[in-house]
């Protein structure tokens, strides 16, 4: 209530004159008011109180005179509506009337708070002109200048806000609104520093769990007739009932990991969105991103490619619509599809299902143990072994209220979690919210009730999610720092509004209002349904629900050519405070410039290469994103924007400059530039005096003392990550102790980089340099890149007990290493081109004067790369030898052509080995690699001749790559291998696997590439590789032939390329056979092939869906009888130069993709010209959408650049260790 005080002040001390007013009538009337309304009103008018209160806008309020008739009047209104606003928060539900009402209400009072912004902006304004003036009397003839206008436009503003206030006084006598006795609760804060946790929430789907999986993989129900069919299954029950969260329980099942092919998730909330669909399919099935793909066809054909040839399944989650066409989507994507593919549907609606010709599975209530179990778990965090048997007993019949609905319960126990207080139990109870209805507003009473007794601050930081779709995966510091701008958190002299932020977030998250999600958080839609109710329409996240009313919007389409198509729009709401892009694109900016009570810019990415100079007249903006865009300078009109918080810059790659007046952004917490690249060349001057600056991603070192690195020092509240650039400008030790980085106790992640060595010092002063950069000691990761010193100060290995990374790249004139050895938390190592080491050895591992403690005791990961000159890795030389490396995890060396001997790592704890272009080191034999798991070795260890299978017992994957001496690999032992993943490539004189046959029978990935001298491959294949689904041959030209038995049953790729002995007996390999082959590749060798005509007698399975022929020099035809039982074949391509006769009967119905390239002169002619024989042969294909002749387009056939053969569902990407280190 002192807020409402404050404001009545403030207000009418603008006007005339001034006068006292007692605190005292609204303390004694403080218990009157509604719970909510008062809420509301503080949290409106409280987001300004620090500024009112200031002693700038004190003084520049008394420079004005106040009317006594006024005052009366505005102090009558609003205790008059103040009063009776909890008899109208009880009659809004279902009087419409009292609904208005408290709009305008709302209404009224944002447009108060934008007058009091106003006014604080304008005394900030004041206050900094007054210091940037040099005498006294250009001072007071400038303020009194800028002040009169303003006071004069200021007036009328204020009497309308009072004329409408008093107007709505008038009106609750209409309405009945009565003044309520005294005694309305205070509900308590207690729950805000309740830490979150995240835990599984799942009661009572165990058998939900196992019948859906049965539905989607049917084998094991005996003579299922799904088992083999493409269908859509709907997972169908009412909203809060669990449907999604039974849906991810049965993706992420081991069973459906091992069954499928592909899968893919999306989430639809509202309108199912094709595009949106297809374009998620094609960046989670290939690599490539879809976001430069805008045609809908060539949409179509790119998913199409990608699902052909895999058993996919795909969740559509919250599907609404009816529409035939969805169901005909829908259909076609199983068409892609092989066999067995899946599309799971969740839906409330069971029309959908009957829509989509879905197999449906109705999801029904918790059973009441369930319910209980569940309720328990979130109201009694502690257990309920002590809890008051009358809590329980009121528990349980709160828990049969919420009608077996997961959504309500957790949501109503953690309300009540840790409250002991009987009565407040009782309240909840028999709150009159559980008897209204769902269908009457399409909000959960649950929900209702978890909203009602939210603390007042959180209150309007929920209904600002409002704006959010359904479904939208978002960010806890982007949320806070929009909190944050809007003005719902307020500093204390404990807490940063950050922090408080932070508080409330996690809050809400208690409450299960938010939930999280593996790329971040995200609101049920239920729940986004009672954030929409409670804003109204003042939140909308669509620019066409905009209304006069609306204060936030938000913006999602994908794509928008130009801004000017929802201007009208936005034109709507003058007074709009947020505009949010999400996942917004457009190629021409030009925001409307009426739209100047903006708080919230953020335009995502966008075309526009510059902002407009007008942007400085938005002087309430105190969020501004541009991110990701091709903006290349900001206008230095921005720096008028006094109120601005947060500016977000990061990854404009051509921004060339920041605005020269930057450090008159006073209230500047977060700046981020982080990916600018190269292109900003030095920061603004005086950075220093942005004494509010929290986040400064980059920091740029001038020669100049302006934006020396001095200015850092200045900037004691810097937190989070700094990069600090340009470090050979710092030109003594002393200079550096100025950015007095020891001293910046938040900041948890640090990188100094100096600028590539060219013609700078590099010399001792160099290393005093980094001397005087010592960071606070509570550090959790440090860089050093391009440092020109020739040593390492010793605070690297003995002042930062809390770093847990550390790296150190192109160093090139250090000789040793620093000792790191007892850092005792460091867990991540990188050290990339230090030319100068030589030896590592016991200097490395440290001195401790505490004999217990282990070198690198905590390390996990280990990475020593490009060390062009390192000879030796010695021990540490201690007792504690053995225990070296204790905990390691990764081990990776690349390119350390001159190191030798054996590693001195101990193997015990050791998963994943990667040594890379490393000939001179050996790999130690003699010890048992019990723990590995991943092996990959490449142009290294040139003793290693045959390789031990043994001495890995629990390996899952090994590539080896150009060994110049392996021959063999061997196995003794009896025992079976549990390796998934085996590669040999470019081994020229690797002759045998194990005698005998190797025994893997989780073997799933072979690969054998170039290995010239090999004969044959492992003996026993079908028994002792019983899960291999991928076989790649390459460049084995000794091969001859398949195993005796052939092939494992269950392989659904073969690739084989210039094989040519393997090739010339194709006729034995017994491919027909083979239940699940669905993909096959033969390149032959053009110079010595004598093929004809294909397949000529080599008998392919029916089940082929995607067949390649290639490089066949010889082949002219295409075999009739070959391709005539190919029912399912979906994609043929064929790269044969003499190709000239198509099949003489038709190709089969099946087939939609036909790439002919580089075939014989005649039949391209005929084809391009659409006439002759051959061409008739393709012609009355009436299934293929789409022929490509030498990747040119036939007139008359659609055509998409991309090329369809894409990389195999069940190829692993065996180059991802090399490509690691492409960046370094």
Same mark, same amino acid.
């Given at each position: 209530?002192?807020? &409402? ?17 007692? #605190? ?208 859509? &299954? ?171 609905? %997961? ?367 010592? %960071? ?202 549990? &390796? ?53 041959? &390459? ?115 099946? #087939? ?73």
């Amino acid at each position: 209530m002192q807020h &409402i005080a404050c404001y009545l002040i403030v207000l009418c001390s603008v006007l005339k004159k001034p006068t006292f007013i007692s #605190l005292a009538f609204f303390h004694s009337n403080q218990e009157n008011m509604a719970e909510v309304g008062v809420a509301f009103l503080s949290a409106i008018l409280g987001a300004v109180f620090q500024k009112m209160v200031s002693p700038e806008v004190v003084d520049f309020m008394q420079r004005r005179k106040l009317t006594e008739g006024l005052l009366r009047k505005l102090k009558t209104s609003v205790l008059s509506v103040n009063a009776v606003l909890e008899d109208a928060e009880e009659k809004e539900v279902t009087n419409p009337n009292v609904k208005t009402w408290i709009d305008e209400l709302k209404d009224v009072a944002y447009d108060a708070e934008d007058i009091l912004d106003e006014i604080a902006t304008k005394a900030l304004r004041c206050k900094l002109d007054a210091e940037f003036q040099t005498t006294a009397g250009k001072v007071r003839n400038s303020i009194s200048a800028f002040l009169n206008p303003f006071i004069h436009r200021l007036e009328p503003k204020i009497q309308e806000v009072l004329d409408r206030l008093e107007h709505l006084a008038k009106q609750k006598d209409f309405m009945g609104l009565q003044v309520l006795g005294v005694g309305g609760k205070q509900y308590p804060d207690q729950r805000l520093t309740t830490s979150y946790v995240l835990e599984s929430d799942t009661f009572g789907r165990d058998e939900d769990k196992k019948k859906v999986i049965d539905l989607l993989h049917p084998s094991d129900v005996g003579g299922n007739e799904m088992r083999n069919e493409k269908c859509v &299954i709907a997972i169908v029950g009412m909203g809060g009932l669990g449907k999604t969260t039974l849906a991810k329980l049965v993706y992420k099942e081991r069973r459906v990991e091992q069954h499928f092919d592909l899968k893919i998730w999306f989430c639809v909330s509202q309108e199912l969105d094709v595009p949106k669909i297809e374009k998620s399919i094609i960046d989670q099935s290939a690599t490539s991103s879809a976001r430069s793909i805008e045609d809908p066809e060539q949409l179509q054909v790119t998913v199409q490619k990608n699902l052909n040839g895999k058993k996919f399944l795909i969740v559509l989650d919250d599907v609404w619509s009816e529409n035939p066409i969805h169901k005909e989507f829908l259909v076609q994507l199983l068409e892609y599809g092989t066999r067995g593919s899946r599309i799971l549907v969740t839906t409330r609606n069971e029309s959908v299902a009957l829509a989509t010709h879905a197999e449906p599975y109705h999801l029904k209530q918790l059973s009441e143990n369930d319910c209980q179990s569940l309720f328990e778990k979130h109201a009694f965090r502690n257990g309920s072994s002590n809890v008051d048997p009358k809590i329980k007993e009121i528990g349980e019949q709160i828990v049969k209220k919420c009608k077996g609905l %997961p959504l309500a319960i957790k949501s109503i126990g953690d309300l009540l979690q840790s409250e002991s207080d009987v009565e407040r139990w009782t309240n909840i109870l028999k709150s009159n919210l559980w008897d209204i209805s769902m269908e009457e507003t399409n909000i959960l009473p649950a929900l209702r009730l978890s909203y009602k007794y939210l603390p007042s601050n959180l209150k309007r930081c929920f209904a600002y999610c409002s704006i959010l779709r359904k479904g939208y995966i978002f960010e806890k510091d982007k949320l806070v720092l929009l909190w944050m701008a809007e003005g719902f958190l307020q500093q204390t002299e404990t807490e940063t509004m950050e922090k408080v932020g932070n508080r409330y977030f996690h809050a809400l998250v208690s409450r299960s209002l938010f939930q999280q999600s593996s790329e971040g958080f995200v609101m049920h839609d239920l729940v986004n349904d009672l954030a929409k109710f409670v804003a109204g329409q003042f939140g909308a996240d669509s620019v066409n629900k905009i209304v006069k009313m609306t204060r936030h919007v938000s913006y999602s389409d994908l794509h928008l050519w130009f801004f000017d198509d929802i201007e009208d729009d936005l034109l709507k709401a003058k007074q709009l405070r947020t505009f949010l892009a999400l996942d917004f694109e457009t190629q021409y900016v030009k925001f409307p410039r009426t739209l100047l009570h903006l708080r919230v810019l953020s335009l995502g990415r966008f075309g526009t290469t510059k902002l407009l100079d007008s942007i400085g007249k938005m002087k309430h903006l105190r969020y501004l994103d541009v991110s990701n865009s091709d903006v290349y300078r900001l206008p230095n009109s921005i720096c008028d924007l006094c109120n601005l918080q947060t500016l977000k810059l990061s990854w404009c790659r051509v921004l060339h400059r920041l605005p020269r007046d930057m450090w008159k952004l006073i209230n500047l917490r977060h700046l981020e530039i982080d990916g600018t690249k190269r292109l900003i060349k030095e920061m603004p001057i005086h950075m220093g005096r942005l004494k509010c600056l929290q986040t400064l991603s980059k920091f740029i070192v001038s020669k100049h003392n302006r934006s020396g690195i001095g200015e850092l020092g200045k900037l004691i509240n810097l937190r989070g990550k700094l990069l600090i650039q340009k470090l050979q400008n710092v030109r003594s030790a002393e200079n550096a102790l100025a950015a007095s980085l020891k001293d910046k106790a938040y900041l948890e992640q640090l990188e100094l980089q100096w600028s590539r060595p060219k013609e700078f010092d590099i010399s001792e002063s160099q290393r005093g340099v980094l001397e005087n950069l010592q %960071p606070y000691e509570n550090l959790k990761r440090l860089t050093i890149s391009y440092y020109h010193g020739n040593g390492f100060p010793n605070w690297i290995g003995q002042g930062l007990p809390s770093l847990s990374e550390l790296e150190l790249i192109d160093c090139k004139y250090c000789s040793a290493l620093p000792p790191l050895g007892h850092l005792p938390s460091l867990k991540r190592l990188k050290i990339v081109r230090l030319d100068e080491v030589v030896t590592v050895g016991p200097e490395f591992y440290g001195n401790s004067s505490n004999s217990s403690m282990k070198p690198f005791g905590t390390l996990k990961v280990l990475k020593l790369v490009d060390m062009l000159n390192w000879e030796n890795w010695r021990h540490s030389g201690g007792e504690n030898e053995v225990e070296t490396f204790s905990q390691l995890e990764e081990l990776y060396i690349r390119n350390c052509p001159k190191l030798r001997a054996k590693l001195p790592v101990h193997p015990s704890s050791l998963a994943k080995l990667v040594i890379i272009e490393c000939k001179k080191l050996e790999l130690p034999m003699q010890w048992q690699y019990s723990s590995l798991e991943e092996l990959y070795l490449s142009d290294c260890c040139d003793s290693l001749t045959s390789f031990p299978l043994d001495l890995f017992p629990n390996l899952k994957s090994i590539q080896i790559k150009k060994s110049n001496n392996l021959h063999s690999l061997e196995q003794h032992g009896g025992d079976h291998l549990v &390796i998934s993943k085996l590669g040999i490539h470019e081994c020229p004189k690797f002759v045998s696997f194990p005698e005998g046959g190797l025994r893997a029978p989780n073997l799933a990935n072979f690969i054998v590439n170039y290995c010239e001298s090999l004969r044959s491959m492992p003996e026993k294949m079908h028994l002792f590789l019983p899960s291999l689904c991928y076989l790649e041959l &390459i460049n084995c030209p000794e091969v001859e032939s398949f195993p005796e038995g052939g092939l494992p049953s269950n392989l659904k790729q073969i690739v084989i390329r210039r094989c040519k002995k393997l090739i010339a007996n194709g006729k034995r390999w017994d491919l027909q056979i083979l239940p699940s082959l669905d993909w096959l590749e033969i390149t032959s060798d053009i110079s010595e092939d004598h093929v004809e005509s294909f397949p000529e007698g080599l008998l392919l399975p029916t089940t082929l869906t995607n067949l390649k022929i290639s490089s066949f020099g010889n082949l002219k035809s295409l075999d009739n009888e070959g391709f005539q039982h190919l029912t399912s074949l979906v994609i043929l391509v064929i790269n044969c130069p003499k190709l000239r006769n198509m099949p003489e009967e038709e190709f089969p119905t099946s #087939l939609r993709f036909l790439h002919i390239w580089n075939c014989d002169p005649v039949l391209k002619k005929e084809l391009n010209g659409k006439e002759g024989e051959e061409w008739l042969k393709v012609a009355r294909i009436p299934s293929i959408p789409n022929i490509w002749l030498d990747l040119t387009q036939i007139q008359g056939y659609e055509f998409s650049p991309v090329f369809y053969m894409r990389r195999s569902p069940y190829e692993p990407p065996y180059d991802q260790f090399e490509d690691e280190y492409a960046d370094d």
